[in-house]
């Protein structure tokens, strides 16, 4: 069965601290997608990043960066001198091969990620 | 840069009543989505759509659900005759169908069953 485990429920880091959510999947499929959602408090879905179960080059945007590894079926995502903004809950979400298109997300329960200034 | 519409933003409802909430999907998307989040709680996946018809639903979207695409631009979601357990936020979203792509989510539509 799918599943997307996100162990941390809340994290609290001061600003300017470095900080990783942790996400773990289970899948039965060898073709899977991977994602991260970032939900502000104004409460829409902003997506942030996807991977394909083919490609486990990590991947660096700015301040966010991704490690994506099979072995561990681990997906994790770090932020990098966090910032008052970065302040928000955020998904990860794995959708497995289905018909040759995009099946639905499967989503872990979140990380709720507070940055004090 | 084209986004995923929803109406209306808030919605209050008596218990026993029929909603629909609204959603334009983006112009050259094929699949649609429904999902749903209790609030403090995760989201979750009801219902997808393509080429006019279900391609695969959850649990959750029971026969009190229904979705229909009435006309080339909106996608609709029917609770029949809602409950209190379906005050939720629901969202909307749509992809292209190329496998691998990102859902676009909408903004969400907060609905409140009293």
Redesign the interface.
Known sequence: AQKVTQAQTEISVVEKEDVTLDCVYETRDTTY?L?W?KQPPS???V?LI?R?SFDEQNEISGRYSWNFQKSTSSFNFTITASQVVDSAVY?C?L?E??????????????TKLSVKP | EPEVTQTPSHQVTQMGQEVILRCVPISNHLYFYWYRQILGQKVEFLVSFYNNEISEKSEIFDDQFSVERPDGSNFTLKIRSTKLEDSAMYFCASNTGTSGYEQYFGPGTRLTVT
């Open positions: 997608y994602f959602y409460g829409e879905l997506f996807r394909n998904f979400a959708s091969n289905y018909g040759g298109s995009q099946g639905n997300l499967i989503f872990g329960k979140g």
